[in-house]
């Protein structure tokens, strides 16, 4: 495993995490219950993956739950637990108690990367008051590091002006190859700033995994309603499906250890793919520790470039 500092922390996570939303519950399908998703953290762990992430708002606290039970088995030492506050957490008092919460239902002392899971959209409460409160958690060593979750560059410049002893660390995103908003504006700031980016549906749902196509979409609740499967986005994920196919059996790889690799080919991406099981958190953690090559990385641009996904019905 490859290890990389988030942010400036000087805190060394492993090039590759694990997402845990899939511990919160059966949302994300019958296929995953506690047990497996306990044995999915432990494997990702010995295969030198160190960085969980979670969050109070998967499951109503379940999967920290489950991830405090991971974090017993594996050791303390041996893990940076990454959560969230739910962003309608975001008044000082309700943050200070979020974050306890958090620290007793993970069996921690202290959060290593404690992140605002979204910019509050509703009820307008001042950022300045959420980031003061963030590092006075900090102050009283309840947490390692400030993160933050799908924040502009508006919203991170801001939230960083009310920073006084520590900044933000990373910021938490959606990224795969075929969501790429973040190469715009979001990207470019965090990689000249030092701010880690945590990518989150890198495997775009599992839609990078050659499982899915017409006719075969998840169905679970979690899914259901996630645009990208339907049968007209889906077919069009097939002909790069079938290009990272051709790459993976030619380097001996799997069709989302390619995906998961693309995210790493320019530095600064830490990939958190959520797994239900133990394979699936082996092959994630195999994602890492090769390259794509530059006539690779050319032919999925170019098979990129040709797909025409759509939002719309
Ligand atoms: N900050 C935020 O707002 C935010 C939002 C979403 C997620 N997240 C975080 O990011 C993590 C990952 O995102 P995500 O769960 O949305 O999407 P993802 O990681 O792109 O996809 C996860 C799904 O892909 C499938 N999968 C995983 N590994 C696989 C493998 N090796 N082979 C085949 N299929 C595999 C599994 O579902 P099936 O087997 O059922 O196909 C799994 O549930 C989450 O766990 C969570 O920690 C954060």
Not at 130 to 158: C, H, P, Q, W
Request: proline share 3%; net charge negative.
């Amino acid at each position: 495993m490859d290890y990389v500092n988030l942010g400036n922390t000087g805190i060394r996570v492993s090039a590759i995490g694990i997402g845990a939303w899939q511990a919160g519950g059966s949302f994300w399908g019958s296929d995953v219950n506690d047990e497996s998703a306990v044995r999915a953290l432990v494997k990702a762990h010995e295969l030198g993956v160190n960085l969980i992430d979670t969050a109070e708002a998967y499951g109503d606290g379940h999967s920290e739950e489950v991830v405090g039970r991971a974090i017993r088995e594996i050791g303390r030492d041996n893990v940076v637990v990454a959560t969230k506050v739910h962003g309608g957490h975001l008044h000082r008092d309700d943050l200070l108690k979020a974050a306890e919460n958090s620290a007793r239902r993970l069996g921690v002392s202290e959060i290593d990367l404690y992140q605002v899971h979204w910019p509050d959209p509703w009820e307008q409460v001042p950022l300045r008051e959420t980031m003061k409160a963030m590092e006075e958690l900090y102050k009283k060593g309840l947490i390692r590091a400030i993160g933050v979750s799908n924040f502009a560059v508006r919203d991170l410049k801001e939230a960083r002006e009310h920073l006084s002893v520590i900044d933000i660390a990373s910021n938490q995103v959606r990224y795969n190859m075929l969501q790429r908003e973040i190469e715009e504006e979001v990207l470019p700031y965090c990689r000249r700033e030092n701010i880690t980016v945590l990518a989150w549906s890198p495997l775009a749902q599992g839609a990078l995994t050659g499982k899915y196509g017409p006719g075969r979409r998840p169905s679970d609740d979690v899914r259901r309603g996630n645009k990208l499967f339907s049968d007209a986005n889906i077919s069009e994920v097939e002909k790069l499906i079938r290009v990272l196919d051709e790459i993976a059996k030619e380097r001996g790889k799997k069709i989302g250890q390619v995906a998961l690799n693309w995210l790493l080919r320019n530095g600064g991406t830490i990939p958190i793919p959520g797994a239900k099981n133990e394979q699936q958190a082996q092959e994630n953690a195999g994602a890492v520790g090769w390259s794509l090559t530059d006539a690779e990385l050319k032919n999925i641009e170019r098979a990129l470039s040709s797909l025409k996904l759509t939002y719309y019905p």
